[in-house]
């Protein structure tokens, strides 16, 4: 697998995605990542192992400690990925847009539910029963 879609696979799991948002914050301890979630120390491990393999972090070792940090690289290259689409997208909603505009301007405006009700209450009592 190359390395853009390693980082897209990890950044597919929202609990990775919450320990990247923890870790853009600062340098932690896989006990201080571990704390917001309702799960086990080795199933935080495997997700912090998941971030590793694909270079979004990277753990230091301090005796017992193990500190954990972000690694831009990987995200910068997954942003610029994206950037290259950001020009498509904003076309066709300008495009989108327009129509939108060339809508509302060509259709009268629909009854809203105050005059339906009105014209309505209007009607005599039998017409109103019968129609």
């Given at each position: 697998?190359?390395?853009?879609?390693?980082?897209?696979?990890?950044?597919?799991?929202?609990?990775?995605?919450?320990?990247?948002?923890r870790?853009?914050?600062?340098?932690a301890?896989?006990?201080?990542?571990?704390?917001?979630?309702?799960?086990?120390?080795p199933?935080?491990?495997?997700?912090?192992?998941?971030?590793?393999?694909?270079?979004?972090?990277?753990?230091?070792?301090?005796r017992?400690?193990?500190?954990?940090?972000?690694?831009?690289a990987?995200?910068?290259?997954?942003a610029?990925w994206?950037?290259?689409?950001?020009?498509?997208?904003?076309?066709?909603?300008?495009?989108?847009?327009?129509?939108?505009?060339?809508l509302?301007?060509?259709e009268?405006?629909?009854p809203t539910?105050?005059?339906?009700?009105?014209?309505?209450?209007?009607?005599?009592?039998?017409?109103?029963r019968h129609?």
């Amino acid at each position: 697998m190359d390395a853009l879609s390693t980082t897209f696979a990890a950044l597919a799991d929202p609990t990775r995605r919450a320990i990247l948002a923890r870790l853009a914050q600062g340098e932690a301890s896989v006990g201080d990542l571990a704390s917001p979630f309702d799960m086990s120390r080795p199933a935080i491990s495997k997700h912090l192992r998941v971030l590793a393999r694909a270079g979004l972090i990277s753990q230091g070792r301090d005796r017992q400690f193990r500190p954990c940090q972000i690694e831009p690289a990987p995200l910068k290259q997954a942003a610029d990925w994206a950037l290259q689409y950001r020009a498509l997208w904003e076309q066709r909603l300008d495009r989108l847009d327009v129509y939108l505009q060339q809508l509302q301007r060509e259709e009268p405006a629909a009854p809203t539910a105050k005059k339906v009700s009105r014209s309505i209450a209007k009607q005599p009592k039998k017409d109103r029963r019968h129609g």
